[in-house]
């Protein structure tokens, strides 16, 4: 039995979740794909290029291999824009949120 090979949209639900360990990472994501198949652990993380998403892995021989991945270069692009809007927007939020408890900054 083979798949269909035609190109379904793909719907992401992206939830961010703060991360406050040490290290590059800056935050982890869940991602639901089309409401059946959900990815855990996907890691959004700071290099000297900016921020990056880094699918997640398993130590084999020495080296990483991701556990699950996009198989098409448009689709990854795809997956990790919405990544890293979703920390984009969950970013601006939580700042929305800071300066709304700290009230109107008084100037003298």
């Given at each position: 039995m083979s798949a269909n090979n035609a190109a379904t949209p793909m719907e992401l639900d992206v939830r961010i979740y703060p991360y406050r360990g040490e290290g590059p990472t800056?935050?982890?994501?869940?991602?639901?794909?089309?409401?059946?198949?959900?990815i855990r652990d996907v890691r959004i993380m700071e290099s000297?290029?900016?921020?990056?998403?880094?699918?997640?892995?398993?130590?084999?021989?020495?080296?990483?291999?991701?556990?699950?991945?996009?198989?098409?270069k448009e689709f990854k692009q795809q997956f990790d824009r919405q990544v890293l809007d979703a920390y984009t927007q969950t970013q601006a939020q939580n700042m929305q949120k800071t300066q709304e408890n700290n009230g109107p900054a008084m100037t003298m």
């Open positions: 800056v935050a982890t994501a869940s991602v639901t794909l089309n409401n059946c198949f959900a000297k290029n900016g921020l990056f998403v880094s699918m997640p892995s398993r130590k084999v021989q020495g080296e990483y291999r991701d556990v699950c991945f996009p198989c098409t």
